[in-house]
């Protein structure tokens, strides 16, 4: 039909011929199309001679020189006609075959080739027409059913339906939240219990730091002193004076004395690497969630380990650093200096015109001496037992 169509179609305005008129050079265009070539050439400046559009064939505007083209208009309208009937439909099991016939058993259109088919054996056929007719009357009934159909029910169903949704997705919505939130308090109790571990590494650090800087700032200055004395040695032999060279022998004998009585740490004052090797993050994989907050720390295992192997050690030496504090607080509470000058004073008074005195006062007197070194000695001292048990303490609370 396409290319059928081409042949009726109007060179000039490339559409099916409307009133086709033929040129004396055999040529068709439609009438309207001529006229508008005509009244152009009319217009112009100058009086234009008419040409075939197609040929380009002069041709005289006599009277009558468009002729109409009968045969060719009667084609075109056949065409329109056949182009508005609509395409019979085909058969889509048997191709090129039109569906012109109906089964009113199966209430289906089929071709011939179908109803010679096993499935259609013993069925009732009709008609197109017939058939058009019956289903017109069932078209009344399908047409009542449908108006009879209660949409209402539908309706609300689905206003139920809706309703619902929006219920079961609110509380999706309201889990999803709940879900979030504890998510996000695991999420803190986790920052949480992170940065709580950390910090306790931080004052490790610091607890190891106070515990081996001053071991190793005592040997870095034993090494000074190593190397002052070499240095002292090394200058003797430029030393020509005797006073000079028996200062310098003074002060090397000092240095030596110095470094003779450095004791050197034991490798057992280093316990606590030890321990911390034991530590491992994989003690953590079987801890429930609920019990996060409860992760031991790597000082709590340390001290754990350490109590559990030395636990009489640590509890008498804790008595006897306790102890020691508690004599240091009465000694400066009563403050034995004073008690103990005032007493020797006074028994010193009364012996003081027997025929001991000369012995007994020596007596008392280096008894006394010996109270105020004693009480001296311990008075320099309390200041770094303290700060002994202060670090004791805060050890093993770590």
Known sequence: MDVFEEDLTCPICCCLFDDPRVLPCSHNFCKKCLEDILEENRTAFHKLPFKCPTCRKEISTALNFMQINYVLRAIVEKYNQ????????LCKKHTSQPLNIFCSTDLRLICGFCVTMPEHKGHTF????????QEKKAFVVLSCQLTSWHATDVKSCLERLDTGKKEVLQLVSKDA?????????LIQTLEQKKNEILSDFETMKLVIMQTYDPEINKLNKVLEEHASALHIINSFTETADSFTFLLKM???REKLTRIQEVTLPSHGDTGAHHLMKSFDTKQWD???LKDIDKLAAPHEQCVFQFTKQKYSWVFWSFVFCASLFMILMMMEFFNISGLAKSSLNIWRSI???SELTDYM???????ENFSLLFYDYFQESKLIVLNHVAEFVCYYRL
């Not at 009709?126 to 007719?133: F, H, K, N, R, V």
């Not at 939240?177 to 308090?185: K, T």
């Open 286 to 288: 079987n801890v429930k």
């Open 351 to 353: 012996f003081l015109n």
């Open 177 to 185: 939240e709940r879900v979030a939130e504890y998510f996000n308090r």
């Open 250 to 252: 003074q002060d090397m």
């Open 361 to 367: 006062g020596r007596c008392w007197s280096e008894l």
């Open 82 to 89: 056949l182009k508005v009937t609509p395409k019979m439909s």
């Open 126 to 133: 009709w008609s197109i027409e017939e058939a058009c007719q």
